[in-house]
């Protein structure tokens, strides 16, 4: 829950990796957008997979929206990096931020460098 129009969702479908290819399904961050006034349409911004999932288990996601920021993390145990997803201060658009691969998050790893 971002605010009392808008909401994170993230959908993966329940179902084991085909058989054929071995590779999970794959995981949408979602967010959605409502409006006060009912004739006003629902948005869904459909960001697809932010944590670039590798591996198949029956996910678990983390979101965590930062107010102040207006920045939402969202990480899965399927993954090791963290998405960053970011809204507009002017446009109140919401954006995937890609960040340099020396500034982002990953989950950390012990002292042999293994996760």
Known sequence: ????????????????????????????????????????????????????????NYYHFFLSYLLQWKVLLCGSSSAIEVGVLGQCQNTKIWEKWNLDDNGRAEVPLDDKGEE
């Open 1 to 56: 829950w971002i605010s009392t129009y808008e909401f994170a969702v993230v959908y993966c479908p329940l179902q084991p990796p085909d058989s054929s290819t071995s590779l999970p399904p794959l995981s949408n961050m979602i967010i959605v957008t409502t409006h006060k006034d009912k004739d006003t349409p629902t948005i869904f911004k459909d960001f697809e997979d932010v944590c670039y999932v590798s591996g198949f």
